[in-house]
């Protein structure tokens, strides 16, 4: 074979990446950013789940609000996965979007920060502090990139929250007058409320402590509103081991039930939190 016709694909690929411009402006390739989307749109709040365009026109008709949810992969005891509190994310970045209202939610950060060097349990996986730091940093700059004017950062895990405080106050200093809301939003880290809440309304009063798991009743009926697989449901029950401290997750309508009211109830204080914050910074910009 001819070794200049084995190259002859490669060069007409940089030949047209070298072109794409140019013809973009005579016309040969859409334009984006004017291009009319040309099937409706979903009701979703996940950018991940939406088109380029669909971002654009909800940007366009007043969704200015943007959530950058922090998670983590860690060891959460014998039923429930890694990413325990990714799954928690899922239903409470939907919970608020939806209630906050013109909003949508960036691609969960799924990693938590710590010393990778010491992520010795099966499954752990850790991000330097300053690589955390980084992709928060990268992510809110993105988001007011696209022209997202309120921009909140919430962290499910206690160990990820210093490191989201710390961005927060850098980028308002740094945005300052320039007309964005930047905010660490601590109250929705607000499990020791939770298990009040869980104790005095929902009238199930449980130890965290008793079966000494890194699993609790309140986690475990909030992930199983997003998918009761994640906690292994069906396998648990098989093996007559459908409770966590002492209480049943049994029937699954009702464990649902208690999420549902617990989803709730963070949702409301954050939400809370998120006006409270665009307040008092709308007032100092």
């Known amino acids: 074979m001819n070794r200049f016709a084995a190259t002859a694909p490669c060069a007409a690929l940089l030949a047209l990446a070298l072109a794409s411009p140019a013809l973009a402006q005579q016309g040969g390739m859409k334009d984006m950013d004017t291009f009319p989307r040309p099937i409706e749109m979903p009701d979703n709040v996940w950018i991940e789940e939406l088109t380029m365009l669909e971002v654009r026109d909800l940007l366009a008709s007043g969704t200015n609000t943007a959530l950058i949810l922090t998670g983590g992969i860690e060891e959460n005891g ?155 449901f069906d396998e648990r029950v098989e093996a007559d081991v459908a409770s966590i401290n002492g209480i049943s997750i049994l029937p699954k309508e009702k464990a649902l039930w208690h999420g549902r009211q617990l989803i709730d109830f963070r949702t409301d204080a954050t939400v809370a939190a998120m006006q409270a914050a665009i307040a008092e910074q709308r007032g100092t910009n």
């Open 78 to 232: 014998p039923y429930l996965t890694t990413g325990k509190h990714n799954h928690v994310l899922r239903v409470m970045g939907e919970s608020i979007a939806r209630r906050f209202g013109n909003t949508l939610v960036a691609p969960i950060v799924t990693i938590e920060p710590g010393n990778p060097e010491r992520a010795s349990s099966p499954g752990g996986i850790r991000l330097s502090q300053e690589t955390y730091r980084a992709v928060l940093r990268d992510y809110a700059t993105s988001l007011k990139a696209q022209g997202f004017t309120n921009i909140f950062m919430m962290g499910d895990s206690g160990g990820n929250l210093r490191g989201m405080q710390q961005v927060a106050d850098e980028l308002r200093a740094e945005w300052s007058g320039q007309g964005v809301v930047i905010a660490h939003i601590p109250e929705y880290y607000n499990y020791g409320d939770v298990l009040a809440y869980q104790r005095d309304v929902l009238g199930i009063d449980e130890d965290p402590r008793l079966e000494g798991l890194h699993d609790d009743y309140y986690i475990t009926t909030i992930i199983m509103n997003d998918d009761p697989r994640h906690v292994r």
